[in-house]
């Protein structure tokens, strides 16, 4: 057990030797991964604060529906314990021809339209608040108060929930393929890098299998260094993510003043970042060890 930590302990540190003799390969190397590995980064960044965004969102879900116009108010009120019966609103507020009619002449621009009309065009209606801005909610009711009875038209006054929502679950998708086919190219670099290490050392590696090392063994330096350069790699990759937000904001900043919003991109949090530097490693060890397991499985005795 002791020999075994010993030789992790020394492949670490021959890790660190073998970086520090080739910065130039090296710091290559770890940019190469940390361009590549910020692309994904930044677009699932990206994605996270336009989620946060979309959530912070004041604006409460409503549907409101349009009664034809020979509804008494007998039915009216009828109709609207009926509405109050729904799972899943907070709130039904009825609003007349006549309040509709006078709120709209209080738009700028309006009153001198309105008051060209022969007669009021606004029917009565409900506008039913839901409890939570749930898409799924939404189309469920907007499905169920349409065959009510009274009902002539039912409109979804947040279907853009349902569109950024949409819209996310598409982002995360485009995220993922991203991800995944950088995820190769990072892959790809390691395995490479590895190569040509195992190659360097090539009688190094026969010399100690004729002394009896074993595979595990000789493999172990490899991984760390691949490790090393997938961790390395998602330091920077982090780092181009930070940059690139912080100057985002800074341009943000004036354009928000506009609206009188304040809107800025936020960082990841601590679980995420650690999250992103141990599968960095971990692309980085699955390079290195298909690297140095097909070539040592390849590799041919020293030549006497």
Not at 17 to 45: D, E, F, Q, R
């Amino acid at each position: 057990m002791k020999g075994w930590i010993a030789h992790h302990v020394h492949s670490f540190a021959q890790t660190l030797v073998k970086m520090a003799m080739t910065p130039s390969t090296s710091l290559a190397n770890v940019l190469v991964i940390g361009v590549v590995l910020s692309l994904p980064l930044g677009a699932y960044g990206l994605l996270l604060n336009l989620q946060a965004f979309s959530g912070s969102l004041p604006t409460q879900p409503q549907i409101s529906l349009f009664l034809v116009d020979s509804l008494g108010k007998a039915d009216i009120v009828a109709l609207e314990a009926r509405l109050k019966k729904a799972q899943g609103i907070s709130g039904v507020r009825f609003v007349s021809r006549e309040s509709a009619l006078a709120g709209l002449k209080q738009s700028p621009g309006m009153s001198e339209v309105i008051g060209s009309l022969p007669e009021n065009p606004l029917p009565d209606a409900f506008v039913v608040t839901l409890a939570e801005a749930n898409a799924e909610i939404a189309e469920r009711l907007e499905q169920s108060f349409k065959v009510l009875p009274g009902v002539r038209h039912v409109q979804v006054d947040s279907a853009w929930v349902r569109r950024i929502d949409g819209l996310l679950r598409l982002g995360r998708m485009g995220v993922t393929l991203l991800a995944s086919l950088l995820g190769f190219t990072l892959i790809a670099v390691t395995f490479n890098t590895i190569r040509l290490q195992v190659l360097t050392q090539r009688r190094e590696i026969e010399v100690s299998r004729l002394i009896g090392a074993t595979d595990a063994f000789i493999r172990r330096p490899f991984f760390y260094f691949g490790s090393f350069l997938g961790v390395l790699g998602g330091l920077i990759g982090l780092a181009i993510v930070a940059w690139g937000f912080e100057v985002i904001n800074r341009h943000l900043a004036p354009l928000g003043r506009f609206y009188g919003i304040n809107p800025t991109l936020s960082f990841f949090p601590l679980g995420d970042i650690v999250a992103i530097l141990v599968f960095a490693g971990l692309l980085g060890w699955l390079g290195a060890f298909l690297s140095v397991s097909i070539h040592l499985h390849a590799q041919t005795p020293i030549e006497q």
